[in-house]
């Protein structure tokens, strides 16, 4: 069954987020997975972050198994056509591995960025300033603004559409 999403818009770049998971400020989304391991979270990016880094092609990812991890911390990296990118944690708890689809098809974070181009998993809990689906558009919406007030132009996500 579909995970329900909530629709946002702002001029040209439009989404859906899927409406129980937890976002940060940072543009990860965060969802506890279903599959019956208890507490481990899986971590992806948002629509709007796949927008901004263009398609990927490639990721790595430094913790082993069970290492710790905590909010704010480098724990890989993407490259993509349009950049490179550190990839952060927004969990405090254990790794648990990175998504192995993605050294097949990388692209599949950008064409499902919430359901099978998920980034890593944690064991854990979600950082302590997330955001749920309204705050996180909320938030979204204030950048997007803003990045049209400064005239960023093609860098903006309404470009992307």
């Given at each position: 069954?579909?995970?329900?999403?909530v629709?946002?818009?702002?001029?040209?770049?439009?989404?859906?987020?899927?409406?129980?998971?937890?976002?940060?400020?940072?543009?990860?989304?965060?969802c506890?997975?279903?599959?019956?391991?208890?507490?481990?979270?899986?971590?992806?990016?948002?629509?709007?972050?796949?927008?901004?880094?263009?398609?990927?092609?490639d990721?790595?990812?430094?913790?082993?198994p069970?290492?710790?991890?905590?909010?704010?911390?480098?724990?890989?990296?993407?490259?993509?056509?349009?950049?490179?990118?550190?990839?952060?944690?927004?969990?405090?708890?254990?790794?648990?591995?990175?998504?192995?689809?993605?050294?097949?098809?990388?692209?599949?974070?950008?064409?499902?960025?919430?359901?099978?181009?998920?980034?890593?998993?944690?064991?854990?809990?979600?950082?302590?300033?997330?955001?749920?689906?309204?705050?996180?558009?909320?938030?979204?919406?204030?950048?997007?603004?803003?990045?049209?007030?400064?005239?960023?132009?093609?860098?903006?996500?309404?470009?992307?559409?």
């Amino acid at each position: 069954m579909p995970v329900p999403t909530v629709r946002f818009k702002h001029a040209r770049f439009s989404a859906r987020f899927p409406e129980t998971y937890r976002y940060s400020r940072s543009h990860y989304w965060m969802c506890p997975v279903d599959d019956g391991r208890e507490g481990v979270w899986r971590v992806g990016f948002t629509k709007f972050a796949t927008r901004m880094l263009g398609e990927l092609v490639d990721c790595g990812w430094k913790p082993e198994p069970e290492g710790p991890v905590e909010p704010g911390q480098v724990i890989g990296w993407v490259e993509g056509f349009k950049a490179a990118s550190d990839v952060y944690c927004v969990m405090r708890g254990a790794f648990q591995s990175g998504n192995p689809a993605l050294k097949a098809d990388a692209c599949i974070v950008r064409s499902d960025p919430y359901e099978v181009g998920w980034l890593y998993e944690v064991r854990g809990v979600p950082e302590e300033d997330h955001l749920d689906v309204h705050g996180y558009i909320g938030h979204l919406s204030a950048i997007i603004q803003r990045m049209a007030e400064e005239g960023h132009g093609e860098e903006t996500p309404e470009e992307a559409e």
